[in-house]
């Protein structure tokens, strides 16, 4: 089937390949021809990682590969271009079986820099009927931070503000800019109050709120937004970023975090979709394959039914969550190539009738941060703005400002001392020109 989603066409060709390699590494990159989704690699395979333009394999020397996958790719033209290159060990065989036809692509080259060797292989048409767009309403929702404190606050001491030597009794805070409400305290009901009056004022329907386990500082501030929220009538669900926790997490250690986060802050306003509370995972491919399905199976196991959204960038862990997000497009900062991210998240989308949803932030700047390098300048708003546009044109579910405080990032909509509240009512505009659909007009 075809479906134009603004001027995206997307079409699906299911193919199925494989890699056999004792090349110690191996690159296949396609060009005129992308990949939705990726099926087939194991938990025993860590090595081999799926990109949306390719499939990228390192193993130890004198190991030897062998992988059937299976690709549903888009964008298609007849014909696809298939550009490997390998190590200077072993070989690269790859055996593409579609509409019946079977073609075997052999790389043994040796004593180049990359050993590239490029193949043209014929695809037939199109022919997977693919789910189609997830019906949601429309949602604004944005990435908070309950982590802050100070000592006159129900906190009692510094949390964040300090970081990295920071001395915020001297004025100095680990952050570029400087909130209205002064250097904060996460768990003052005030504090929280105000928070949600912004962000009703800005359009959002509900706060992410990141929670970094039960012995953080944030723990205790979930608990301070939730009791505050409750008499407000505002929504809210949890974000678990466990690549960022202290030490590695196990799985189980995973899922009883999850476990104990909706015991002590699950109620009436959680955010759900299919009657299921929402639950984000963020840079979920930083951690193998094999970990989410046993959390996954472990929160079954004990009764525990969420619908997992999770920020990944690659596609063979499509079909390990429900949903796809982006938390910032740093990492693709080009517009060319974020459109392609874009693209790809919207393929995979259709193809499997799951929601993805995208981010805006309004700039980036992480210089007093614990040594921080990146900053990215506001433009008045326009950075922020310019990523609407695509977006539209993509038509996610749901929208997610990144962020509405995470003040070590400079990413922050909340007013500051620098910009007041002019970055409050650009996610207002934004919020309503999504929800209506059109682009921005001031």
Same mark, same amino acid.
């Given at each position: 089937?075809?479906?134009?989603?603004?001027?995206?066409?997307?079409?699906?060709?299911?193919?199925?390949?494989?890699?056999?390699?004792?090349?110690?590494?191996?690159?296949?990159?396609?060009?005129?021809?992308?990949? $939705?989704?990726? *099926?087939?690699? @194991?938990?025993?395979?860590?090595?081999?990682?799926? &990109?949306?333009? $390719?499939?990228?394999?390192?193993?130890?020397?004198?190991?030897?590969?062998?992988?059937?996958?299976?690709?549903?790719?888009?964008?298609?033209?007849?014909?696809?271009?298939?550009?490997?290159? !390998?190590?200077?060990?072993?070989?690269?065989?790859? /055996?593409?079986?579609?509409?019946?036809?079977?073609?075997?692509?052999?790389?043994?080259?040796?004593?180049?820099?990359?050993?590239? !060797? +490029?193949?043209?292989?014929?695809?037939?048409?199109?022919? +997977?009927?693919? %789910?189609?767009?997830?019906?949601?309403?429309?949602?604004?929702?944005?990435?908070?931070?309950?982590?802050?404190?100070?000592?006159?606050?129900?906190?009692?001491?510094?949390?964040?503000?300090? &970081?990295?030597?920071?001395?915020?009794?001297?004025?100095?805070?680990?952050?570029?800019?400087?909130?209205?409400?002064?250097?904060?305290?996460?768990?003052?009901?005030?504090?929280?109050?105000?928070?949600?009056?912004?962000?009703?004022?800005?359009?959002?329907?509900?706060?992410?709120? %990141?929670?970094?386990?039960?012995?953080?500082?944030?723990? /205790?501030?979930?608990? #301070?937004?939730?009791?505050?929220?409750?008499?407000?009538?505002?929504?809210? #669900?949890?974000?678990?970023?466990?690549?960022?926790?202290?030490?590695?997490?196990?799985?189980?250690?995973?899922?009883?975090?999850? /476990?104990?986060?909706?015991? =002590?802050?699950?109620?009436?306003?959680?955010?759900?979709? =299919?009657? !299921?509370?929402?639950?984000?995972?963020?840079?979920?491919?930083?951690?193998?394959?094999?970990?989410? *399905?046993?959390?996954?199976?472990?929160?079954?196991?004990?009764?525990?039914?969420?619908?997992?959204?999770?920020?990944?960038?690659?596609?063979?862990?499509?079909?390990?969550?429900?949903?796809?997000?982006?938390?910032?497009?740093?990492?693709?900062?080009?517009?060319?190539?974020?459109?392609?991210?874009?693209?790809? %998240?919207?393929?995979?989308?259709?193809?499997?009738?799951?929601?993805?949803?995208?981010?805006?932030?309004?700039?980036?700047?992480?210089?007093? $941060?614990?040594?921080?390098?990146?900053?990215?300048?506001?433009?008045?708003?326009?950075?922020?703005?310019?990523?609407?546009?695509?977006?539209?044109?993509?038509?996610?579910?749901?929208?997610?400002?990144?962020?509405?405080?995470?003040?070590?990032?400079?990413?922050?909509?909340?007013?500051?001392?620098?910009?007041?509240?002019?970055?409050?009512?650009?996610?207002?505009?934004?919020?309503?020109?999504? @929800? =209506?659909?059109?682009?921005?007009? *001031?």
């Amino acid at each position: 089937m075809l479906f134009a989603i603004g001027l995206f066409p997307l079409g699906f060709k299911r193919v199925n390949l494989h890699l056999d390699s004792s090349s110690d590494w191996a690159v296949m990159r396609f060009s005129r021809a992308r990949i $939705a989704l990726c *099926r087939g690699i @194991k938990p025993d395979y860590p090595g081999l990682r799926c &990109l949306p333009d $390719a499939l990228l394999l390192n193993q130890p020397p004198g190991r030897r590969a062998s992988i059937s996958l299976t690709l549903y790719l888009y964008d298609l033209p007849r014909r696809v271009e298939i550009t490997t290159e !390998k190590g200077d060990l072993g070989d690269l065989f790859l /055996k593409f079986t579609a509409g019946g036809r079977e073609v075997i692509l052999e790389n043994r080259l040796h004593g180049n820099t990359f050993n590239r !060797k +490029v193949f043209n292989l014929e695809i037939p048409a199109r022919d +997977v009927e693919a %789910a189609g767009r997830y019906q949601l309403p429309p949602g604004v929702y944005s990435f908070y931070y309950p982590w802050y404190g100070n000592p006159r606050g129900p906190s009692g001491r510094w949390f964040h503000w300090d &970081l990295c030597g920071h001395d915020p009794d001297r004025g100095d805070l680990a952050s570029s800019h400087t909130p209205v409400l002064g250097a904060y305290d996460s768990r003052d009901p005030e504090v929280v109050a105000r928070h949600i009056e912004w962000a009703v004022s800005a359009g959002l329907d509900g706060f992410i709120l %990141a929670c970094f386990g039960p012995s953080s500082p944030s723990w /205790k501030g979930i608990r #301070a937004f939730v009791d505050v929220a409750e008499t407000q009538g505002f929504r809210y #669900a949890l974000s678990f970023p466990f690549p960022d926790y202290p030490g590695e997490i196990s799985p189980l250690e995973g899922a009883e975090v999850i /476990k104990g986060a909706l015991e =002590e802050f699950y109620g009436p306003l959680y955010i759900r979709i =299919e009657g !299921k509370p929402v639950v984000f995972f963020y840079a979920a491919h930083q951690l193998p394959r094999g970990f989410w *399905r046993v959390l996954f199976s472990e929160l079954a196991r004990q009764g525990i039914e969420v619908f997992p959204v999770g920020n990944f960038l690659d596609p063979s862990y499509g079909d390990l969550f429900e949903a796809l997000y982006f938390y910032l497009p740093l990492f693709f900062a080009g517009t060319e190539l974020r459109m392609e991210f874009f693209r790809w %998240a919207m393929a995979l989308g259709i193809l499997t009738g799951k929601p993805y949803f995208y981010p805006v932030f309004p700039g980036f700047d992480n210089r007093r $941060a614990c040594g921080g390098r990146v900053y990215i300048p506001r433009r008045r708003g326009r950075t922020a703005e310019d990523l609407l546009g695509p977006i539209l044109a993509l038509r996610p579910q749901w929208l997610l400002a990144s962020t509405f405080n995470e003040w070590h990032e400079g990413t922050e909509f909340e007013p500051s001392l620098q910009f007041g509240d002019f970055y409050l009512r650009i996610l207002g505009l934004i919020s309503r020109q999504f @929800k =209506e659909n059109e682009p921005i007009r *001031r």
